[in-house]
């Protein structure tokens, strides 16, 4: 075999072979004669293998000697002598020979049929097949949070032995659709890398698929599944559905994780209602503003957070505390409470009677202090001063009254504002000596009950009263 140029790529080739019987034409019967059968290689390449056949019929005795190459084989088979001689090579110029002695056994003409067969030639070509190749790979967490970025790579690979051309990538995840890449040419054994940032904002399995194609309908294609994890939270807020003014109202907080993932930094946000005044707070809190920030670090799946919120509410009514909870990354949570705030008017009556024993005859002062204790206004209050027989009210102070038999009437008082206190006078002039009884009573529209105090008070006559002049002869005693 040898190389040829342009695109040759094998080529076999056998040498000029000569084959050639030497010895005597004319053979007397009886005698002996030598023969030689010689191989000629007259070409320039070496002659690789060949088989020759002689065949003697019969009635000629033949008998085969040692030949310069290779060896004979001797057969009889119906009189006749076949001798096979088989030698593996000879070199390009050079010649073999084998002798063979012949002995005719009658006066006929005889002929000696030969053939030859050269070794098969063989050989082989090793033609360099190049192709390319496509593989596909791709890189990136399986388990994600929602909301955040993620990077993920695509590997392709040219594994081949030659470039491949018309490269393109493709990248989809369902329900977000899909993107191509135009890479161009890979070079064999080469690979490029491409990083694609994906952020998930739907929570379960998602598909991710890639695939690659190139020139020559080379295609490759991988996909993996991600599982989006996302945390759900919800909060809740527990307080009383009634207070009255001025009492605390305690409120109980819960933010509980319901998701599949961490919730981190998150912020729980008050929104107080207005003129609320803050008693106690969760640890951390900060109050700006009307609002209330309650930072709280990480509740896991299935886990809560939990705190305790103390308010004074100002304002008689409804009163809404909004909660709001927000993460980084993540859907916020909101709640809210309304607590009713029943204000009320609480008014409280004392009265300052005249130190005993009082004169008769003489005007004296009941004193009554009317206080709203209360964290609602008064409205319309009535107080009506009464008396037992033998003393009448003779006149009031503090406010506009009227006198009827045995009673002062105040005027009644539009508004007495809550912590406010007025002081009212009632005097008085007894006519008879003895124990009277006094009874104040106060009414209002803003309560169905009624304040009723009574005093009792000792009169006596003055001395110039009670002393009868004396009697001619009397004493006193």
């Known amino acids: 075999m040898s190389a040829g140029s342009g695109d040759e790529r094998m080529k076999l080739e056998t040498p000029h072979i000569e084959v050639v019987l030497n010895g005597p034409a004319d053979l007397p019967v009886g005698a002996p004669a030598q023969y030689d059968v010689v191989v000629y290689n007259r070409d320039s390449i070496n002659l690789e293998g060949l088989i020759l056949r002689l065949d003697v019929p019969p009635g000629v005795a033949a008998d085969a000697q040692p030949p310069s190459r290779g060896e004979i084989e001797v057969e009889q088979a119906d009189g006749a002598t076949l001798f096979t001689w088989a030698f593996d090579s000879l070199p390009a110029g050079q010649s073999a020979k084998a002798p063979i002695k012949m002995i005719a056994q009658s006066p006929r003409k005889f002929a000696v049929a030969m053939e030859w067969t050269l070794m098969p030639v063989s050989g082989a070509a090793t033609i360099d097949v190049r192709s390319p190749r496509l593989e596909l790979a791709l890189e990136g967490p399986s388990d994600v949070r929602y909301g955040e970025a993620n990077t993920y790579r695509l590997h392709v690979r040219n594994p081949g032995n030659a470039a491949a051309q018309n490269v393109a990538v493709k990248l989809s995840a369902e329900p977000y659709g899909a993107s191509s890449t135009e890479i161009g040419s890979i070079p064999a054994g080469s690979e490029e890398t491409i990083d694609v ?3 998930f904002n739907q929570r379960g399995t998602i598909g991710m698929a ?5 020139l020559g309908d ?8 991600v599982l989006v994890k996302q945390p759900n939270l919800v ?44 008693i106690s707070s969760p640890a951390g809190s900060t109050l700006s503003g009307g609002k209330l920030m309650w930072p709280i670090a990480e509740i896991r799946p299935g886990m809560t957070a939990e705190a305790a919120l103390q308010l004074t509410l ?3 009514g409804a009163n809404r505390v909004d909660l709001e909870c927000s993460m980084a990354v993540g859907l916020a949570a909101n709640c809210s409470t309304t607590t ?7 008014l409280k009556l004392i009265v300052g009677d005249p130190i005993a024993p009082a004169p008769v005859g003489s005007e004296v002062v009941y004193e009554l202090q009317l206080t709203n204790r209360g964290s609602k206004a008064a409205n319309n209050v009535k107080i009506v001063a009464q008396f037992s027989d033998g003393i009448e009210p003779t006149r ?6 009227r006198i009827v038999p045995g009673q002062l009437l105040f005027e009644p008082i539009a508004r007495v504002e809550a912590g406010q206190t007025i002081t009212l006078r009632v005097i008085a002039l007894a006519e008879t000596s003895g124990t009277h009884r006094f009874r104040a009573e106060v009414r209002s529209d803003d309560s169905q009950l009624k304040l009723v105090q009574e ?13 009868s002049p004396p009697l001619s002869g009397s004493t006193l005693r």
């Open 197 to 199: 940032e994906l952020t």
């Open 218 to 225: 080379l295609t490759s294609a991988t996909q993996i599944d």
């Open 235 to 278: 909060a809740t807020i527990e307080a009383p559905q009634a207070v009255y003014h001025g009492t605390a109202t305690n409120y109980q907080v819960t933010v509980a994780n319901t998701g599949d993932a961490e919730a981190r930094d998150i912020t729980a946000t008050f929104v107080l209602p207005p003129g609320a005044k803050l």
């Open 210 to 214: 890639a695939s690659a194609t190139a």
């Open 340 to 346: 009713d705030v029943r204000a009320i008017a609480d």
């Open 314 to 316: 100002a304002r008689e």
């Open 455 to 467: 005093e009792s008070t000792q009169y006596l006559d003055s001395i110039g009263r009670i002393a």
């Open 396 to 401: 009031g102070e503090g406010h506009a009254f």
